[in-house]
C-alpha cells in the first residue's frame, strides 16, 4: 500500500492544545506567581499574607480601571500620556464639589445623602468632556496623540492644582470613602455569597460557550479538559474569596463600633473584611469592557481599525468619530480611578496620580497588548497592573529605594515588550 493511500493517523494533542490555554495568559500568570515566590521568600513569608494580599489588591485597582481603557487607546495605534493627569483634575472637581461647591451653592454639607453621587456623576461627566475633547483633536484635526496627551498632560496637571490652590481637599464624604477599599467591605457573609454567584456565571459561561460551538458546527475541547478548565476557574474565584475573608479587621477597630460588625461587645468579636467595594467596581468595569471588546459592532470596529486603518475606513468605518468615542470612555475610566484613588487616601491632593501614565502604559504593555496595534486584551491588562503593582509592593517590603524600584519597573516594562516581539517572530502571531 503506498503511503498515499494509508489512513492518516490522528495527532496527537499536547495538554495545552486540548486545553485550548493562551499561551500569553499563561505566562502572565506564571510570571505573577513567580513575582510572589521570589518577594515572598525575600520577606520571610509576609508577603502572601491575607492582609498583604488585601492591600495588593485595592492598590492595584485604579490603575487597573484605567487600563481597561488604555487597550482600545493602543490597540487603535495611539498613546494616552494625560490619564494620571485627568485623574488629578476628575478628583480635584469631586473634591470641590463635595467640600465647598455643594456646599456654597445648594446648601448641602457632608453627610447629605446625595453628595456622593452628585460628586461622582460631576467628575464622569468631566472626565467624558476632556477625553472627548482630546479624541476630537487627535480624530477630527489631525494632531498626533502623543502631543495632544503630552500636553494633556501638563494642562490638567495644572488645572486640578488650581482647582484647589494646591490646597489638600478634605475629608471627603463618607460614603464616598467606602469605595477606597478597607473602609469599604462586604464581610465574609456577603463575599461568599458573592463569590459563588460568580462561580456558578463563570461556569455557565463556559458551558454556554461549549453549547454555541457545538451548535455551529465548531471542535471543543475534550470532556476532560472542560472539566479541568472549570475546576481551575472555580478554584481561582473562591480561593480569591477564601483570602480576602481571612484578612480579620483588627480587634482596636471593632471596639470603636461592635455593632458595626454584627457584635454587642469587641470582646471575643471576629469580622473579616471580605471583597472591598473597589474590587467590585473593577470586576464589573472588566465585564462592562470586554462585552464592548467582543460582543458589540463598536468594539469590532476598534479591533478592525487596529489591525489595519485604511482598510477600515475604507470599509465604512468613521475611525474619526471612533477615536472621539475611545477618547470619552478613557476620559470616564479616568474618573473611575480617581473616585477609588481618592477615596482610598480620604482626600484629594496635588500628586494623586503622579506617573500613573507610565503604569498604565506598563501594565497595559506587560498584558500582551501590541504596540502596533490590533491586539489586546481587557484580562491581560487587568493582570499587568497586578504584576506592576506587586513588583513596587515587594521591592517596598525588601526596602528597595523608589530610584531602583523606577529602574526595577522600566527594565521589565522593555522586557515585556521585548518577549512580546519574540513571541510574535516564532508563532507568526500579528
Same mark, same amino acid.
Given at each position: 500500500?503506498?503511503?498515499?493511500?494509508?489512513?492518516?493517523? %490522528?495527532?496527537?494533542?499536547?495538554?495545552?492544545?486540548?486545553?485550548?490555554?493562551?499561551?500569553?495568559?499563561?505566562?502572565?500568570?506564571?510570571?505573577?506567581?513567580?513575582?510572589?515566590?521570589?518577594?515572598?521568600?525575600?520577606?520571610?513569608?509576609?508577603?502572601?499574607?491575607?492582609?498583604?494580599?488585601?492591600?495588593?489588591?485595592?492598590?492595584?485597582?485604579?490603575?487597573?480601571?484605567?487600563?481597561?481603557?488604555?487597550?482600545?487607546?493602543?490597540?487603535?495605534?495611539?498613546?494616552?500620556?494625560?490619564?494620571?493627569?485627568?485623574?488629578?483634575?476628575?478628583?480635584?472637581?469631586?473634591?470641590?464639589?463635595?467640600?465647598? &461647591?455643594?456646599?456654597?451653592?445648594?446648601? /448641602?454639607?457632608?453627610?447629605?445623602?446625595?453628595?456622593?453621587?452628585?460628586?461622582?456623576?460631576?467628575?464622569?461627566?468631566?472626565?467624558?468632556?476632556?477625553?472627548?475633547?482630546?479624541?476630537?483633536?487627535?480624530?477630527?484635526?489631525?494632531?498626533?496623540?502623543?502631543?495632544?496627551?503630552?500636553?494633556?498632560?501638563?494642562?490638567?496637571?495644572?488645572?486640578?492644582?488650581?482647582?484647589?490652590?494646591?490646597?489638600?481637599?478634605?475629608?471627603?464624604?463618607?460614603?464616598?470613602? /467606602?469605595?477606597?477599599?478597607?473602609?469599604?467591605?462586604?464581610?465574609?457573609?456577603?463575599? &461568599?455569597?458573592?463569590?459563588?454567584?460568580?462561580?456558578?456565571?463563570?461556569?455557565?459561561?463556559?458551558?454556554?460557550?461549549?453549547?454555541?460551538?457545538?451548535?455551529?458546527?465548531?471542535?471543543?475541547?475534550?470532556?476532560?479538559?472542560?472539566?479541568?478548565?472549570?475546576?481551575?476557574?472555580?478554584?481561582?474565584?473562591?480561593?480569591?474569596?477564601?483570602?480576602?475573608?481571612?484578612?480579620?479587621?483588627?480587634?482596636?477597630?471593632?471596639?470603636?463600633? %461592635?455593632?458595626?460588625?454584627?457584635?454587642?461587645?469587641?470582646?471575643?468579636?471576629?469580622?473579616?473584611?471580605?471583597?472591598?467595594?473597589?474590587?467590585?467596581?473593577?470586576?464589573?468595569?472588566?465585564?462592562?469592557?470586554?462585552?464592548?471588546?467582543?460582543?458589540?459592532?463598536?468594539?469590532?470596529?476598534?479591533?478592525?481599525?487596529?489591525?489595519?486603518?485604511?482598510?477600515?475606513?475604507?470599509?465604512?468605518?468613521?475611525?474619526? /468619530?471612533?477615536?472621539?468615542?475611545?477618547?470619552?470612555?478613557?476620559?470616564? /475610566?479616568?474618573?473611575?480611578?480617581?473616585?477609588?484613588?481618592?477615596?482610598?487616601?480620604?482626600?484629594?491632593?496635588?500628586?494623586?496620580?503622579?506617573?500613573?501614565?507610565?503604569?498604565?502604559?506598563?501594565?497595559?504593555?506587560?498584558?500582551?497588548?501590541?504596540?502596533?496595534?490590533?491586539?489586546?486584551?481587557?484580562?491581560?491588562?487587568?493582570?499587568?497592573?497586578?504584576?506592576?503593582?506587586?513588583?513596587?509592593?515587594?521591592?517596598?517590603?525588601?526596602?528597595?529605594?523608589?530610584?531602583?524600584?523606577?529602574?526595577?519597573?522600566?527594565?521589565?516594562?522593555?522586557?515585556?515588550?521585548?518577549?512580546?516581539?519574540?513571541?510574535?517572530?516564532?508563532?507568526?502571531?500579528?
Amino acid at each position: 500500500m503506498s503511503d498515499a493511500s494509508k489512513p492518516a493517523t %490522528p495527532q496527537r494533542r499536547s495538554l495545552l492544545q486540548s486545553l485550548e490555554v493562551d499561551t500569553r495568559l499563561l505566562g502572565m500568570i506564571g510570571a505573577f506567581l513567580l513575582v510572589c515566590i521570589v518577594f515572598n521568600l525575600l520577606t520571610d513569608g509576609r508577603f502572601l499574607t491575607p492582609r498583604n494580599l488585601f492591600n495588593l489588591t485595592i492598590q492595584t485597582v485604579s490603575v487597573a480601571i484605567m487600563a481597561t481603557g488604555m487597550i482600545f487607546v493602543i490597540v487603535t495605534r495611539h498613546i494616552d500620556l494625560s490619564v494620571g493627569a485627568l485623574l488629578a483634575t476628575c478628583t480635584a472637581v469631586m473634591a470641590m464639589t463635595q467640600t465647598s &461647591w455643594l456646599p456654597n451653592m445648594l446648601g /448641602l454639607e457632608l453627610g447629605h445623602p446625595m453628595i456622593p453621587w452628585i460628586s461622582i456623576a460631576i467628575g464622569l461627566v468631566t472626565g467624558a468632556v476632556i477625553g472627548a475633547g482630546q479624541g476630537w483633536l487627535i480624530g477630527y484635526q489631525g494632531i498626533p496623540a502623543f502631543i495632544v496627551t503630552l500636553g494633556g498632560l501638563l494642562i490638567w496637571r495644572n488645572v486640578g492644582w488650581y482647582l484647589t490652590d494646591g490646597a489638600t481637599i478634605g475629608p471627603l464624604d463618607k460614603t464616598y470613602i /467606602l469605595f477606597g477599599g478597607i473602609n469599604g467591605t462586604l464581610g465574609a457573609t456577603l463575599s &461568599w455569597i458573592v463569590g459563588g454567584v460568580a462561580l456558578v456565571a463563570a461556569l455557565y459561561a463556559l458551558f454556554s460557550a461549549r453549547r454555541t460551538k457545538i451548535s455551529h458546527g465548531f471542535s471543543v475541547k475534550p470532556v476532560w479538559a472542560e472539566a479541568l478548565v472549570m475546576g481551575v476557574v472555580g478554584t481561582a474565584i473562591m480561593g480569591f474569596v477564601a483570602i480576602l475573608n481571612a484578612y480579620t479587621v483588627p480587634s482596636r477597630v471593632i471596639a470603636r463600633n %461592635p455593632s458595626l460588625y454584627g457584635c454587642e461587645t469587641a470582646e471575643g468579636c471576629v469580622a473579616s473584611y471580605g471583597i472591598p467595594y473597589s474590587v467590585l467596581l473593577l470586576i464589573a468595569v472588566a465585564i462592562v469592557m470586554t462585552v464592548i471588546a467582543r460582543r458589540t459592532r463598536l468594539g469590532r470596529y476598534i479591533f478592525a481599525t487596529g489591525g489595519n486603518p485604511d482598510a477600515a475606513e475604507l470599509s465604512g468605518i468613521n475611525t474619526r /468619530l471612533l477615536t472621539v468615542k475611545i477618547f470619552a470612555m478613557v476620559g470616564v /475610566l479616568c474618573a473611575l480611578a480617581g473616585v477609588v484613588a481618592s477615596a482610598r487616601l480620604g482626600y484629594h491632593t496635588n500628586d494623586i496620580g503622579v506617573l500613573d501614565e507610565l503604569r498604565v502604559i506598563a501594565a497595559a504593555v506587560i498584558g500582551g497588548t501590541a504596540l502596533a496595534g490590533g491586539v489586546g486584551t481587557i484580562y491581560g491588562a487587568i493582570i499587568g497592573a497586578l504584576i506592576m503593582q506587586s513588583l513596587q509592593s515587594g521591592m517596598a517590603m525588601v526596602g528597595v529605594d523608589a530610584p531602583y524600584q523606577n529602574i526595577v519597573v522600566g527594565a521589565v516594562l522593555v522586557l515585556a515588550v521585548w518577549i512580546d516581539i519574540q513571541y510574535r517572530k516564532r508563532t507568526g502571531a500579528k
